[in-house]
């Protein structure tokens, strides 16, 4: 069965980075479907970041984290990661890999999310 | 503020007719991107419940439909459950952001 399975929480203080992993199982990674990730803050909605294409590394960033966030995907691992720098209070949240289906751009299968939490 | 436009909250009682809609414009739904909808239960993570438009996942009840026309899109719950509080998000894509991802800021349901 499809799996996404993300990295542990992390704490982080004013201007760090933070690099999120996205381990994904029981689907061929590289062939038809690209990885999103979503974040929420505390008691927010959902927020659109990115999507990487883990065949050829393309990528496709939210004009709100263009140069502070970067994809990434390691094809041995069938990995995808998500790197944010410069990180804010504001940065605080839950931060989801989701699989895109390859028909109609759904996002069909979710990792369980990882908290990030930036406090000095 | 969210591209696309859902309503903080509804309510129904159980057995009610739910509707929560989500209002996009001409660079998105509107374009003619398909609306998906996810159900996201508290403290977990979200779930596809809708896809293109109108199609439900295997395992997702037939209480739950999905309807685009223009620039909106709905979601409707028939034979509401309290099972179905939770947060509903629609998403879709946006070619005036160069085809990146949006979605509506959420809808809260409350099974009174």
């Known amino acids: 069965q499809v799996q996404l399975v993300q990295s542990g929480a992390e704490v982080k203080k004013p201007g760090a980075s933070v690099k999120i992993s996205c381990k994904t199982s029981g689907y061929t990674f590289t062939i038809g479907h690209y990885i999103h990730w979503v974040r929420q803050a505390p008691g927010q909605g959902l927020e659109w970041m990115a999507w990487i294409n883990p065949n050829t590394g393309g990528t496709k960033y939210a004009e709100k984290f263009q140069g502070r966030v970067t994809l990434t995907r390691d094809t041995s691992t069938n990995t995808a990661g998500m790197e944010l720098s410069s990180l804010r209070s504001d940065d605080t949240a839950v931060y989801y890999c989701?699989?895109?289906?390859?028909?109609?751009?759904?996002?069909?299968?979710w990792g369980q999310g990882t908290l990030v939490t930036v406090s000095s | 503020q969210s591209v696309l436009t859902q309503p903080p909250s509804v309510s129904g009682v159980p057995g009610q007719r739910v509707t929560i809609s989500c209002t996009g414009s001409?660079?998105?739904?509107?374009?003619?991107?398909?609306v998906h909808w996810y159900q996201q239960l508290p403290g977990t993570a979200p779930k596809r419940l809708i896809y293109g438009n109108i199609n439900r996942p295997s395992g997702v009840p037939d209480r739950f439909s999905g309807s685009r026309s223009g620039t909106s899109a709905s979601l409707v719950i028939t034979g509401l459950q309290a099972e179905d509080e939770a947060d509903y998000y629609c998403?879709?894509?946006?070619?005036?952001?160069?085809?990146?991802?949006?979605f509506g800021g959420g809808t809260k349901l409350t099974v009174l």
């Open positions: 001409n660079s998105n739904i509107g374009a003619g991107y398909d």
């Open positions: 998403q879709s894509y946006d070619s005036s952001l160069s085809g990146s991802g949006v």
């Open positions: 989701a699989r895109e289906d390859n028909w109609l751009r759904s996002l069909d299968y």
